[in-house]
């Protein structure tokens, strides 16, 4: 007869083998940035998880985000979308980072003479490109430029031309606040930036980002989900980039 101890032990041991034996959830992945003859086939957006098979052809280059890293698959061939994931944490961090915006004072971060230059967090606005923007904050909002090296002055309006505010980047600042008294960001607003030359520079909207957004691929579908493409380029390519310097 087996003991009430020895009945619990192998009670306990059949529960341990049970669990090993279901079957390990897969984890899924967004598509980040698709280019190439087959992006229609894998367009940004779409989720694949670990066990997923993708057939390439010469030119491709898949960027696939998940909670545990980046994944960049190149054509031609057929590839596990789980195989050798590359870890971006750290950039992935600096680029996202929440706190950013509220630290950064006019002439805090210093840019880069050349207009190529990226910009190094999601939640500085480029005064360069349109689209709408989402950010966890409308009252702190921060415009960046690409080049440095003078001083420039832009102009930030509602849509309807009632509000008006000026921002002056010293000849080092790549970053200048923007001051929430005298022009509001209201969400679902279109607001307009006028480039020192009197060219308009960009047109934009916001919208809000609820706090839990933090992983890379909840994040990106919040992106995708909420229309701010020029975030989710800035991501991606970001990612892609260190990712791609790991291997």
């Not at 229609?40 to 909670?67: C, R």
């Not at 006019?106 to 050349?114: F, L, P, Q, S």
């Not at 970053?175 to 307009?192: K, S």
Request: glycine share 8%; proline share 5%; net charge negative.
């Amino acid at each position: 007869m087996f003991s009430a101890k020895l009945k619990r032990t192998m009670a306990a041991l059949a529960l341990g083998g049970a669990a090993l034996a279901l079957p390990v959830s897969a984890m899924a992945g967004v598509v980040v940035k698709s280019t190439g003859p087959s992006s229609t086939q894998y367009p940004v957006g779409t989720k694949l998880d670990d066990n997923a098979m993708i057939t390439l052809k010469p030119g491709d280059v898949v960027t696939v985000l998940t909670a545990e890293g980046t994944r960049v698959i190149k054509g031609a061939g057929t590839f596990r979308v789980g195989d050798r994931p590359q870890i971006a944490s750290d950039r992935f961090a600096s680029l996202t980072r929440k706190r950013a915006a509220t630290r950064v004072r006019t002439g805090a971060v210093r840019g880069d003479t050349d207009i190529n230059a990226t910009n190094p967090s999601l939640w500085y606005v480029d005064v360069t490109r349109s689209g709408t923007i989402c950010l966890y904050d409308l009252a702190t909002v921060r415009l960046w430029r690409p080049a440095t090296g003078n001083v420039e002055t832009y102009r930030v309006a509602g849509q309807d031309g009632t509000s008006t505010v000026e921002v002056t980047f010293d000849d080092v600042a790549a970053v200048a606040p923007l001051d929430p008294t005298r022009l509001p960001i209201v969400e679902g607003n279109d607001y307009v930036i006028t480039a020192p030359d009197g060219s308009t520079s960009a047109r934009l909207s916001f919208v809000l980002l609820p706090d839990d957004v933090e992983t890379p691929d909840v994040l990106a579908e919040a992106l995708i989900a909420k229309g701010c493409s020029v975030q989710l380029e800035n991501l991606a390519s970001t990612l892609e980039a260190s990712a791609e310097g790991a291997a």
